[in-house]
């Protein structure tokens, strides 16, 4: 089966939920996913948000700080957004 190929936008504290949610699909097997890509303005969060995946997952995810940016070069199957609602509103494009 071919995995979705995911990309997280906002690397904050609920983005930690959601890898530890996937991380615990990994680990039972549930492995139908790879996060190809993270995206944050924070470098510093988008890196820790792929270390911790990479830490599951056999290849680390890609770092972006521009959402638009990320979407056009990696073209994800699925986005899961993570960011606060007021940027979410502000989108330049539904994501
Ligand atoms: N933290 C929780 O327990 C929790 C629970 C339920 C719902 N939520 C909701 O989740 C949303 C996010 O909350 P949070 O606690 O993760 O916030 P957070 O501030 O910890 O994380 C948000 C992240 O988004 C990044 N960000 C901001 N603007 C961006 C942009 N334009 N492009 C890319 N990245 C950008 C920030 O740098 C930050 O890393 C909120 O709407 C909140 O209501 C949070």
Known sequence: MEKLNIALIGCGG????????????HI?????FEIKAVC?????NAKAKSETIGRFQRD??????????????ESPDAVD???????????????
């Open 28 to 32: 039972q097997d549930l492995r139908v």
């Open 14 to 25: 609920i983005a930690g939920n959601h890898v530890n949610g996937y991380r615990d699909l």
């Open 40 to 44: 944050d303005v924070s470098t510093e």
């Open 60 to 73: 680390t995810p890609k770092i972006y700080t521009d959402i638009d940016a990320m979407l056009k070069e």
């Open 81 to 95: 957004v993570c960011l606060p609602h007021n940027v979410q509103n502000h989108l330049k494009r539904p994501v």
